[in-house]
């Protein structure tokens, strides 16, 4: 490429160019809303650098950092709450360092679109020690992802690279680059940096403080922590989208611009808060920045006049800083329009069975977490990936296996072959009774249908052996596994009535592909004949958005949404609802 | 130039991501600096979408705030009465005339606002389009979405040749005649 070149990229899009033109050799993700699009566009790039989907985070991880120890440049990717799966090696590669630079990008959520918390990545790189870099635009995505690097090689460091949501899902126009020839590290074994045992660990300990405090005194000149001085009434310390609804709202002010904002450049933030009347610091979430500051005996303003909640907007630093009245006309009080699983999706086929069943469940991540809302109110709990299983087990060894008759575990294949497969070894181990069902849609529906290893396709394309749920059950030594057609409802009922009833543990694998995948070709739509109708309301109950009520109260289901899926034409007890071919 | 904010407000599913790509393609042709911002993930299961397009010589935020927009797109009615206290007070409204029941009307947990689009129009300026009609006397209901961007493309400063080559190099060459054909039929649909 010899003459500069801009597009508009994605964030997500400009992080893989960046890894890109680093040289990365070796990338490792699980899928994550808002850190997916990572691995999708690193894809293209598959003929100079090795990129997969990984079980999970903690493997991702771990195969980044066998990479690095390899001599290449490696990284992983995933969302905050995968940044917790990957903690244990994290927390411990920060000990041991790295021979080619590694990354990883840990994407929050502020506002949680598709989160279940608001975690702030930023409180556990302290806690780990590792630097954090925090890009305000795709530009700087792209340009922060070849720093983390020099800075991960020059400091033996893993280095995280920290988006948000609104970063990673905007766009913004991008130079390109040529990609970096970056030579292999001839391997060396050193014991006592890599084997981290107790003996060995304590030296690493020191070598990490004394990281730290030359990361700290030497980021004072780093180029990505910037002073834009302009009028010096206000001051603001910000990083991130933030900084961007800063220069918005405050076009005046003088702003302290932090590119790396873990371990913060002490001098640096002293020297601009002597220079400005009063210093803010805008900071979306926990107030890490903040408390520093003021530990250094700083006088600032932060979080008691800016929320650790959601996202912030110009707007809002415009009414909390300048005090502006905006006059903004208050938004209608309108019904919402929350998710919903798609028409024609399986989980509303397999959620219609538990319901008629009177079955709570146990949820777990994905799509079908969207249970919980009615009219489903089929998923009573959901806490993080993997969840389902165990948390059923807790349930029974609680109140004994009577009051679990009642219930059962919801997982998806992709959650399942995630962490949940853990879980199902210890309900096995330690003599569970309950009933687990695995949705299996044959894809990571939620983020937009990923690969893993159950579905026998790679990131990059290749045609693999796929694991077979069944068979991987079945090798832990559950006798109840049953495989069921999704969409089967009278076999589906009569099986999960079966295996809740036993006193063992059982598994119930339901199998339709998602319906967005198009696997299955339509071939027909469901069509409503008002004059049979009797408006009993049964084809309303699974919550199918192509399904409406008329005035009249007869049902009417729009052909342009509806997949002709027919759950509610075998609900319908008077045939009011029939079939018709494309 | 000062900043232009455009919205594009729809549900989960409906198409408003190619709509704003084309739009950025265009912006970004047209020599401004450009910075879109999309809702990936959950919501676009059906839920409410937004999507926020900005362009001018010098862009910061990606997001268009509370009362500056000055183009609202709405793909569906009950969407352009959640989202048009983001317009300007001289700001457009562009709406498909298009109801979709969100989940809790279905269940009677809640009402579908009746006079939308004439309510709306007593504090903006209003343009209404039966955009999904017009696509499938085109032959695909699909391209609506091109429609309402036809009628939209009024109200910003670019040619239909410059539109027609995004359109080209951003959708799949065998919808390329229908998508362009969308385009001219809304950006002929208004005084």
């Given at each position: 490429?010899?003459?500069?070149?801009?597009?508009?990229?994605?964030?997500?899009?400009?992080?893989?160019?960046?890894?890109?033109?680093?040289?990365?050799?070796?990338?490792?993700?699980?899928?994550?809303?808002?850190?997916?699009?990572?691995?999708?566009?690193?894809?293209?790039y598959?003929?100079?650098?090795?990129?997969?989907?990984?079980?999970?985070?903690?493997?991702?991880?771990?195969?980044?950092?066998?990479?690095?120890?390899?001599?290449?440049?490696?990284?992983?990717?995933?969302k905050?709450?995968?940044?917790?799966?990957?903690?244990?090696?994290?927390?411990?590669?920060?000990?041991?360092?790295?021979?080619?630079?590694?990354?990883?990008?840990?994407?929050?959520?502020?506002?949680?679109?598709?989160?279940?918390?608001?975690?702030?990545?930023?409180?556990?790189?302290?806690?780990?020690?590792?630097?954090?870099?925090?890009?305000s635009?795709?530009?700087?995505?792209?340009?922060?992802?070849?720093?983390?690097?020099?800075?991960?090689?020059?400091?033996?460091?893993?280095?995280?690279?920290?988006?948000?949501?609104?970063?990673?899902?905007?766009?913004?126009?991008?130079?390109?680059?040529?990609?970096?020839?970056?030579?292999?590290?001839?391997?060396?074994?050193?014991?006592?940096?890599?084997?981290?045992?107790?003996?060995?660990?304590?030296?690493?300990?020191?070598?990490?403080?004394?990281?730290?405090?030359?990361?700290?005194?030497?980021?004072?000149?780093?180029?990505?922590?910037r002073?834009e001085?302009?009028?010096?009434?206000?001051?603001?310390?910000?990083?991130?989208?933030?900084?961007?609804?800063?220069?918005?709202?405050?076009?005046?002010?003088?702003?302290?611009?932090?590119?790396?904002?873990?371990?913060?450049?002490?001098?640096?933030?002293?020297?601009?808060?002597?220079?400005?009347?009063?210093?803010?610091?805008?900071?979306?979430?926990?107030?890490?920045?903040?408390?520093?500051?003021?530990?250094?005996?700083?006088?600032?303003?932060?979080k008691?006049?800016?929320?650790?909640?959601?996202?912030?907007?110009?707007?809002?630093?415009r009414?909390?800083?300048?005090?502006?009245?905006?006059?903004l006309?208050?938004?209608?009080?309108?019904?919402?329009?929350?998710?919903?699983?798609?028409?024609?999706?399986?989980?509303?086929?397999?959620?219609?069975?538990?319901?008629?069943?009177?079955?709570?469940?146990?949820?777990?991540?994905?799509?079908?977490?969207?249970?919980?809302?009615?009219?489903?109110?089929v998923?009573?709990?959901?806490?993080?990936?993997g969840?389902?299983?165990?948390?059923?087990?807790g349930?029974?060894?609680?109140?004994?296996?009577?009051?679990i008759?009642?219930?059962?575990?919801v997982?998806?294949?992709?959650?399942?072959?995630?962490?949940?497969?853990?879980?199902?070894?210890?309900?096995?181990?330690?003599?569970?009774?309950?009933?687990?069902?695995?949705?299996?849609?044959?894809?990571?529906?939620?983020?937009?249908?990923?690969?893993?290893?159950?579905?026998?396709?790679?990131?990059?394309?290749?045609i693999?052996?796929?694991?077979?749920?069944y068979?991987?059950?079945?090798?832990?030594?559950?006798?109840?596994?049953?495989?069921?057609?999704?969409?089967?409802?009278?076999?589906?009922?009569?099986?999960?009535?079966?295996?809740?009833?036993?006193?063992?543990?059982?598994?119930i694998?339901?199998?339709?592909?998602?319906?967005?995948?198009?696997?299955k070709?339509?071939t027909?739509?469901?069509?409503?004949?008002?004059?049979?109708?009797?408006?009993?309301g049964?084809?309303?109950?699974?919550?199918?958005?192509?399904?409406?009520?008329?005035?009249?109260?007869?049902?009417?289901?729009?052909?342009?949404?509806?997949?002709?899926?027919?759950?509610?034409?075998?609900?319908?007890?008077?045939?009011?609802?029939?079939?018709?071919?494309? | 130039?000062?900043?232009?904010?455009?919205?594009?407000?729809?549900?989960?599913?409906q198409g408003?991501?190619?709509?704003?790509?084309?739009?950025?393609?265009?912006?970004?042709?047209?020599?401004?600096?450009?910075?879109?911002?999309?809702?990936?993930?959950?919501?676009?299961?059906?839920?409410?979408?937004?999507t926020?397009?900005?362009?001018?010589?010098?862009?910061?935020?990606?997001?268009v705030?509370?009362?500056?927009?000055?183009?609202?797109?709405?793909?569906?009615?009950?969407?352009?009465?959640?989202?048009?206290?983001?317009?300007?007070?001289?700001?457009?409204?562009?709406?498909?005339?298009?109801?979709?029941?969100?989940?809790?009307?279905?269940m009677?947990?809640?009402?579908?606002?009746?006079?939308?689009?004439?309510?709306?129009?007593?504090?903006?300026?209003?343009?209404?389009?039966?955009?999904?009609?017009?696509?499938?006397?085109?032959?695909?209901?699909?391209?609506?979405?091109?429609?309402?961007?036809?009628?939209?493309a009024?109200?910003?400063?670019?040619?239909?040749?410059?539109?027609?080559?995004?359109?080209?190099?951003?959708?799949?060459?065998?919808?390329?005649?229908?998508?362009?054909?969308?385009?001219?039929?809304?950006?002929?649909?208004?005084?």
């Amino acid at each position: 490429m010899s003459e500069s070149k801009k597009v508009m990229m994605l964030g997500n899009a400009a992080i893989a160019r960046g890894a890109y033109e680093a040289g990365v050799k070796v990338s490792a993700a699980y899928p994550g809303t808002p850190s997916t699009e990572i691995s999708e566009n690193l894809v293209q790039y598959k003929d100079d650098l090795y990129c997969e989907w990984s079980p999970n985070e903690k493997v991702a991880t771990e195969v980044a950092i066998g990479a690095s120890m390899a001599g290449v440049r490696a990284m992983c990717s995933m969302k905050h709450v995968g940044v917790n799966v990957a903690a244990d090696p994290l927390y411990t590669v920060s000990y041991i360092g790295v021979s080619g630079g590694l990354v990883m990008v840990a994407a929050d959520d502020p506002g949680m679109y598709s989160s279940q918390n608001e975690q702030d990545t930023r409180m556990v790189a302290r806690a780990a020690h590792v630097p954090v870099l925090e890009p305000s635009d795709s530009q700087e995505a792209k340009d922060f992802m070849k720093e983390a690097f020099e800075i991960s090689e020059k400091y033996d460091t893993p280095v995280i690279l920290r988006t948000t949501t609104r970063l990673a899902h905007s766009q913004g126009m991008v130079e390109l680059c040529d990609r970096i020839d970056v030579p292999d590290k001839t391997y060396e074994r050193d014991i006592a940096k890599r084997v981290m045992m107790p003996a060995m660990a304590k030296k690493r300990h020191l070598i990490v403080e004394d990281r730290e405090a030359r990361l700290e005194a030497d980021s004072c000149d780093f180029s990505i922590n910037r002073v834009e001085m302009r009028d010096t009434k206000i001051g603001v310390i910000a990083s991130g989208i933030p900084y961007q609804y800063v220069r918005e709202a405050l076009p005046d002010a003088s702003v302290l611009k932090l590119g790396m904002v873990n371990p913060l450049p002490r001098k640096l933030i002293e020297d601009f808060a002597k220079k400005v009347d009063r210093l803010y610091i805008v900071e979306e979430l926990d107030p890490l920045t903040e408390l520093q500051v003021r530990s250094w005996g700083i006088e600032c303003i932060g979080k008691e006049i800016f929320t650790v909640q959601g996202e912030y907007s110009a707007n809002m630093i415009r009414q909390a800083v300048l005090n502006e009245d905006l006059a903004l006309k208050s938004p209608a009080e309108i019904p919402n329009r929350p998710p919903i699983l798609c028409p024609g999706c399986p989980h509303r086929s397999v959620y219609t069975v538990l319901n008629k069943l009177k079955l709570h469940a146990a949820g777990d991540i994905g799509c079908y977490t969207l249970g919980a809302v009615a009219p489903l109110s089929v998923i009573d709990t959901t806490v993080c990936m993997g969840s389902s299983i165990s948390t059923l087990h807790g349930m029974e060894k609680a109140k004994g296996k009577d009051y679990i008759k009642n219930w059962v575990a919801v997982i998806g294949d992709s959650t399942f072959m995630h962490t949940g497969v853990n879980s199902l070894m210890n309900s096995f181990y330690n003599q569970s009774t309950g009933t687990v069902m695995i949705l299996d849609n044959s894809t990571t529906g939620m983020t937009g249908h990923q690969d893993h290893a159950a579905t026998g396709k790679t990131l990059q394309g290749d045609i693999v052996p796929a694991i077979s749920i069944y068979n991987l059950c079945k090798s832990i030594g559950i006798k109840n596994v049953t495989e069921v057609d999704a969409f089967d409802i009278e076999t589906l009922e009569k099986v999960v009535k079966e295996e809740v009833a036993k006193d063992e543990l059982s598994v119930i694998i339901t199998k339709s592909p998602c319906v967005m995948l198009k696997q299955k070709p339509i071939t027909h739509k469901c069509v409503s004949d008002p004059d049979k109708c009797r408006k009993c309301g049964m084809c309303l109950k699974p919550g199918c958005p192509a399904i409406t009520k008329r005035d009249d109260g007869t049902i009417a289901i729009d052909d342009t949404l509806c997949n002709g899926c027919d759950l509610c034409k075998n609900l319908c007890k008077f045939e009011a609802i029939s079939d018709r071919s494309l | 130039m000062e900043t232009k904010n455009i919205m594009i407000v729809g549900v989960g599913g409906q198409g408003t991501l190619l709509t704003s790509r084309i739009l950025g393609g265009v912006m970004t042709d047209g020599g401004y600096e450009v910075k879109m911002s999309e809702v990936h993930g959950m919501a676009q299961r059906g839920g409410s979408v937004v999507t926020f397009v900005r362009y001018g010589d010098e862009v910061f935020e990606p997001i268009v705030e509370e009362g500056c927009a000055d183009v609202l797109i709405a793909f569906e009615r009950l969407e352009a009465l959640r989202y048009a206290h983001y317009l300007k007070p001289d700001g457009v409204l562009i709406v498909n005339d298009q109801r979709m029941d969100p989940m809790p009307v279905v269940m009677g947990a809640a009402k579908y606002p009746e006079n939308i689009i004439e309510d709306l129009s007593k504090e903006y300026k209003v343009i209404s389009v039966d955009a999904l009609s017009e696509a499938k006397k085109l032959g695909n209901a699909q391209v609506f979405n091109v429609v309402i961007l036809g009628v939209a493309a009024k109200h910003m400063d670019f040619t239909v040749d410059q539109w027609n080559a995004v359109i080209e190099r951003i959708v799949k060459p065998k919808f390329v005649e229908i998508n362009k054909k969308a385009f001219a039929v809304g950006l002929g649909k208004e005084k």
